[in-house]
């Protein structure tokens, strides 16, 4: 059992969702939106950092999954989006949970199996996957599809005999069993 905290970072607004991974099945823990105030961005990003630090708290994960920063017409949006990132990032760190990054593409061929899925398709697999009632919001739901990928890359590492794993700052791999 594999607890996976997945992370939607944004400026304005951050997802996080949570899945339970036993095996090859996954459940859904619980999903949300963390909402930004408006204001400057230092105090955005305390939010973020605390927020996260509160939900990994209150939901003790093993495991955390970050989106990856895509490349925006606007050069300010993608530095605020990495600085989102790296708040979330450094309550995951800080919270001794290992961090894995992966580009929205991957997140969502992982998911729907297509790189270029739109939002709507993401959110009625990550609907399907965890058999949720209804579609998560957006945001939500691209974090759970994050945790979704992350699931699926571990159990691809055991597959393969290995385990990737953040070690002092560092992705390493820390085991691999000869074949």
């Known amino acids: 059992?594999?607890?996976?905290?997945?992370?939607?970072?944004?400026?304005?607004?951050?997802?996080?969702?949570?899945?339970?991974?036993?095996?090859?099945?996954?459940?859904?823990?619980?999903?949300?939106?963390?909402?930004l105030p408006t204001g400057e961005l230092p105090a955005r990003l305390k939010v973020i950092f605390d927020s996260v630090?509160?939900?990994?708290?209150?939901?003790?994960?093993?495991?955390?999954?970050?989106?990856?920063?895509?490349?925006?017409?606007?050069?300010?949006?993608?530095?605020?989006?990495?600085?989102?990132?790296?708040?979330a990032i450094?309550?995951?760190?800080?919270?001794?949970l290992p961090v894995g990054e992966y580009?929205?593409?991957?997140?969502?061929?992982?998911?729907?199996?297509t790189g270029a899925a739109s939002k709507e398709q993401v959110q009625h697999m990550v609907k399907q996957l965890l058999k949720l009632p209804a579609a998560p919001a957006e945001d939500a739901a691209d974090a759970l599809a994050v945790a979704l990928c992350h699931a699926q890359t571990l159990r691809t590492e055991a597959s393969m005999g290995m385990q990737v794993r953040y070690s002092k700052g560092r992705l390493k791999e820390v085991e691999r069993s000869e074949v």
């Open 1 to 35: 059992m594999t607890i996976i905290l997945g992370i939607d970072p944004g400026s304005r607004k951050t997802g996080f969702g949570i899945i339970n991974a036993i095996g090859s099945k996954t459940e859904y823990v619980t999903s949300g939106i963390i909402r």
């Open 53 to 87: 630090a509160e939900i990994i708290a209150e939901y003790r994960p093993d495991e955390m999954a970050v989106e990856d920063v895509f490349f925006a017409r606007d050069p300010r949006a993608a530095l605020k989006l990495g600085q989102a990132r790296g708040a």
């Open 90 to 96: 450094v309550a995951g760190v800080t919270a001794g």
């Open 103 to 113: 580009a929205a593409r991957s997140v969502k061929q992982s998911v729907v199996g």
